[in-house]
């Protein structure tokens, strides 16, 4: 599918070897059609390998897309550019006027801290509010996860004194629910986190549902039964190296980091790890985009009313 971002941001370059249908502004215009309209929140450090990984998994639908990548203007951002950020990005005041068919909020480093002491947290809950009334669909991802379900919902984040990181086998509890369907009953998906949730607190909420979990790392995706809010407490978006670059990253940290479990050949640092993630990864955002965005937006997003 065509995938519409600006030609010089660098994800592009990357997407397009990967012979990944990129569009310009130029020729979506041309194309009697409304795309689908995503916002992502990009809280990760490393923003443009970030951009990329997201970007790779919109693309494979025939629906064309236009991207809004979004940061936030309460945090000081110092791995990316400055030049980056205000070529390619936007900050939520510049966007709170607009509507979107679906939203993104990423992972961030910050799982240490309390929610409340984390410097962008007050624009965080005034996104999340937003998103209520003029977003269709969010998606949660790892840390961004925890704080969602946090904010809407009140669930405590628990704070692990180990990193869980590592390649595990998850179960499809729904099989028949649309956002996992044609999922296998046993997947791989990464972890890389220092956070976890009670199962009885996600199990208390009437209006959530666990559709995924594993026995080592416990509940990855978590539904709104409104189909509005999903919650990914993984990263199936990190490519095959994405855990070794962190485990490396830690070592030379001198954290001691355990090696991240099922995931180097033989458990073997040395050795390179191929991805066993990335058939599933492409189909939980399919899904995501098709059965709830698609599906349900109106044409004319001004018309979307809750």
Request: proline share 5%; glycine share 4%; with cysteine.
């Amino acid at each position: 599918m065509p995938i519409k971002i600006p030609m010089a941001l660098p994800a592009a370059e990357a997407l397009i070897k990967e012979n990944i249908f990129v569009m310009d502004e130029a020729r979506a215009i041309k194309q009697d059609i409304r795309p689908l309209k995503i916002a992502i929140m990009n809280l990760m450090p490393t923003k443009i390998v970030t951009e990329t990984q997201f970007l790779r998994l919109l693309s494979n639908t025939p629906l064309q897309i236009d991207i809004t990548l979004l940061n936030m203007a309460s945090h000081t951002s110092k791995n990316t550019s400055e030049e980056h950020l205000a070529t390619f990005y936007k900050t939520f005041d510049e966007v709170k006027n607009e509507k979107f068919d679906g939203l993104i909020i990423t992972g961030a480093p910050v799982e240490s801290l309390k929610f409340t002491d984390v410097d962008y947290w007050n624009e965080l809950c005034e996104l999340v509010d937003w998103a209520h009334k003029n977003v269709y669909s969010t998606m949660y991802v790892c840390w961004g996860a925890y704080a969602g379900l946090y904010i809407n919902h009140g669930i405590e984040k628990l704070n692990l004194e180990k990193k869980v990181s590592g390649v595990f086998r998850h179960k499809t509890l729904y099989p028949e629910y649309p956002l996992v369907r044609g999922f296998n009953k046993e997947f791989s998906a990464p972890h890389s986190r220092y956070s976890a949730m009670r199962r009885e607190d996600v199990l208390a909420k009437e209006d959530l549902l666990i559709l995924a979990e594993s026995e080592e790392a416990g509940i990855y995706l978590v539904a709104n039964k409104n189909g509005r809010e999903f919650y990914v407490t993984g990263h199936c978006e990190y490519d095959f190296d994405t855990l070794k670059n962190e485990y490396e990253r830690d070592l030379l940290k001198g954290i001691d980091p355990e090696i991240p479990k099922h995931y180097f050949p033989d458990d073997d640092p040395s050795k390179t790890p191929i991805s066993t993630w990335r058939a599933h990864a492409h189909l939980l955002y399919s899904n995501w985009l098709n059965y709830y965005v698609y599906q349900n937006t109106p044409y004319d997003l001004s018309e979307m009313l809750f």
